[in-house]
């Protein structure tokens, strides 16, 4: 028997699509069984709440460390998406491998994650192992903490810190709103009672499907209690539903791949389960039949049963009739139905085919560029040896600081031609020439004053080169290579009405801006200016809310919206294969390859992937920003030095002669 997987997650609001599409993208994947989604709440978020995290942030503070601690994944894609960047210095907790790994889909540095996962750690995936995590991880009332959940609940997480001496402040971030059950919906679901798995994540959850769906029928509620299986990720969860009357309630932990883990290994015991007790079939009564019989009632039917012969044999006829009209119909739509797919597969082949193509295109320039890369990885063990030459140059020199002696010098020049010509890190050779220079630095010497002279005009010319920092530029296109599964796709976007949102947010701070300057004196003029913008204020969620039921998404072609999904999975590798080929090419200061490889990407997002997304623009600017990175230079050839240094060496070699 297939199972039936009922997910009654809280539904966000649309401009949140992180969590929605990863759940999306792992319930495709599981492949079997059926999904319903069966929201029973519907999470409001309170913006004018959210705007105090910033003013908390910058706030002055003698506490060495800030920490965030959302208590679910729907409060910190709330929060994180409304905040914006998130600050460096500031640690964000989270609950469990699921929360951890959406905060690290929001932008938040793996570094500053804390969370308890049950492995190495050994702590369980909840509150109580959070708040042991954050006690081996702080010091008592080293920090400041700030709780961001929805309402009720989680009252005794906070007590907790407080009895670490921590600093703590609550933030309710969003609040519930029941979402009212059609009654198809509910007889959907009770019609798959015997092979139904509830998903519930909350106490508040399965009170509330309980109370709607006890008001709709409850002896089919009595039904599905005793047949359905529930899933908790709690002991409080579980305790709430066995309180109800569920019969089958496993813990387990939290996430969809948990769910996902559970289905295939206990498939066999929820069909155990759902057997169910035959029931006994009906008696139908016997017809009374009469012995008694009038010769003038038998010869009067016998002129209507020859009626309702030739009445039967008439509709007999029109029913063929009307049988071999819809066969010829359905045959004729049927045939173009077939010729209709059989063109829609030979177009997919043929793009399959100008994939094949551009991969192995693609291939062989990945092998030449492994060839370079492989060289530029000899050059960096190069440069780390000779890195560790410079060390052992200048700890000889704190040794002896009077003591100039010109063969470290040597050393320091051939190290910056090195970088210079070798790798071309303008600010390593730099290094290098000025070291030189402050090992010359106090001798009287003319053929070292000459030597100097000549590293110092060198210096001058090679800091009048521009600097662009390639290391944090190549960790940036490291960050956008490993987001390429997370990017959406014009074929999988969902409305977004950030814009809108915002200008609402930007107009209500403005006001309470406002409300802040104004004179004490005017107050009656500050009451009606008030409710006028109380009264706008409702006006603009009302329009918000209406401009939100449709959105239109311009594309220039029509056909990236009716991407498959192995298509979309070919094109995420293509994007991912031209990143790292542009990551090589800035490396190895290839301009011209760079500059395809970033023309190559920036195509494929513009076209393929939904330029509202944060994270397509994140990429964006990262792509644009390496962009404009100089690497065609025309670099100094350290003349001057050169010819100095040759005659500094036969000087020195003219007087031990």
């Known amino acids: 028997m297939t199972h039936t997987l009922v997910v009654c997650k809280p539904k966000l609001p649309d401009q949140y699509l992180t969590q929605r599409v990863d759940?999306?993208?792992?319930?495709?994947?599981?492949?079997?069984?059926?999904?319903m989604y069966f929201p029973v709440f519907e999470l409001v978020p309170d913006l004018a709440a959210m705007l105090t995290i910033r003013p908390w942030l910058d706030a002055a503070t003698e506490k060495s460390n800030h920490l965030i601690v959302f208590v679910s994944p729907s409060v910190l894609e709330i929060a994180v998406t409304n905040l914006g960047q998130w600050p460096a210095h500031v640690y964000c907790g989270v609950m469990g491998r699921q929360s951890a790994?959406?905060?690290?889909?929001?932008?938040?540095?793996?570094?500053?994650?804390?969370?308890?996962?049950?492995?190495?750690d050994h702590e369980t995936e909840d509150s109580d192992g959070l708040a042991r995590l954050l006690a081996t991880h702080f010091e008592a009332g080293s920090c400041r903490v700030m709780v961001c959940k929805g309402p009720r609940g989680r009252v005794e997480f906070p007590k907790k810190l407080e009895e670490m001496q921590h600093d703590v402040t609550v933030?309710?971030?969003?609040?519930?709103?029941?979402?009212?059950?059609?009654n198809a919906q509910c007889e959907a679901l009770f019609a798959r009672a015997a092979e139904a798995v509830l998903w519930i994540t909350s106490s508040e959850t399965i009170?509330?499907?309980?109370?709607?769906?006890?008001?709709k029928s409850e002896s089919q509620l009595k039904v599905l209690k005793e047949t359905a299986t529930v899933l908790t990720t709690h002991p409080r969860i579980t305790a709430k539903c066995r309180e109800l009357g569920y019969a089958h309630v496993v813990q387990i932990a939290t996430g969809i791949q948990s769910v996902n883990s559970w289905l295939k290994s206990n498939k066999k015991s929820m069909e155990n389960n759902n057997q169910t007790n035959s029931a006994t079939p009906a008696v139908n009564p016997q017809p009374v039949v009469t012995s008694q019989s009038r010769p003038a009632s038998a010869s009067a039917s016998q002129p209507n049963g020859?009626?309702?012969?030739?009445?039967?044999?008439?509709?007999?006829?029109?029913?063929?009739?009307?049988?071999?009209?819809?066969?010829?119909a359905g045959k004729n739509q049927i045939e173009k139905t077939r010729m209709a797919f059989g063109e829609r597969i030979q177009k997919e082949s043929t793009t399959l085919d100008l994939v094949k193509e551009e991969i192995s295109k693609?291939?062989?320039?990945?092998?030449?560029?492994?060839t370079r890369f492989d060289l530029l990885e000899l050059a960096q063990k190069e440069e780390a040896s000779q890195r560790a030459s410079l060390e052992e140059v200048y700890n000889s020199l704190l040794a002896s600081r009077t003591e100039v002696s010109l063969s470290e010098v040597e050393q320091l020049i051939s190290i910056a031609k090195r970088q210079l010509y070798l790798l071309g890190n303008v600010k390593g050779a730099s290094i290098a020439l000025s070291q030189a220079i402050d090992l010359l630095e106090g001798t009287e010497k003319p053929s070292l004053l000459n030597l100097r002279t000549a590293l110092e005009k060198d210096l001058t010319e090679i800091k009048a080169l521009p600097s662009d920092d390639l290391l944090r530029l190549a960790i940036s296109l490291d960050s956008v290579v490993n987001s390429v599964e997370s990017l959406p796709m014009l074929s999988s976007a969902q409305a977004t009405t950030d814009q809108t949102l915002a200008q609402?947010?930007?107009?209500?701070?403005?006001?309470?801006?406002?409300?802040t300057q104004a004179p004490a004196a005017n107050e009656q003029a500050q009451g009606f200016e008030k409710a006028w913008a109380s009264i706008k204020k409702v006006a603009q969620t009302v329009w918000y809310d209406i401009k939100s039921l449709i959105e239109v998404t311009k594309v220039d072609s029509p056909e990236v919206l009716m991407l498959s999904s192995r298509q979309e999975t070919d094109l995420r590798n293509t994007l991912r294969l031209s990143l790292l080929n542009a990551?090589?090419?800035?490396?190895s200061r290839q301009a011209t390859l760079l500059k395809s490889d970033l023309e190559r990407s920036g195509n494929l997002l513009n076209t393929y992937f939904d330029s509202k997304s944060i994270q397509v623009q994140r990429a964006q600017t990262v792509l644009a920003e390496i962009g404009e990175v100089q690497l065609d230079l025309v670099l100094p050839e350290l003349q001057a030095t050169s010819a100095a240094l040759r005659l500094a060496v036969a000087g020195q070699q003219g007087e031990r002669q």
């Not at 309702?308 to 009739?321: D, N, R, T």
Request: with cysteine; net charge negative; proline share 2%.
């Open 171 to 182: 933030l309710e971030c969003y609040d519930r709103k029941v979402i009212e059950q059609s």
């Open 207 to 215: 009170e509330a499907l309980d109370s709607q769906l006890a008001r």
């Open 101 to 120: 790994k959406l905060a690290m889909d929001l932008g938040i540095p793996k570094d500053k994650i804390i969370a308890p996962t049950g492995e190495n």
């Open 504 to 515: 609402l947010t930007e107009e209500e701070a403005s006001e309470v801006v406002a409300d």
């Open 306 to 328: 020859q009626w309702l012969g030739k009445a039967a044999f008439f509709i007999s006829v029109l029913s063929f009739v009307l049988i071999l009209l819809i066969a010829f």
């Open 23 to 35: 759940l999306k993208r792992q319930l495709d994947q599981m492949h079997a069984g059926h999904v």
């Open 583 to 587: 990551r090589i090419s800035l490396l």
């Open 362 to 370: 693609s291939s062989d320039l990945a092998k030449d560029l492994k």
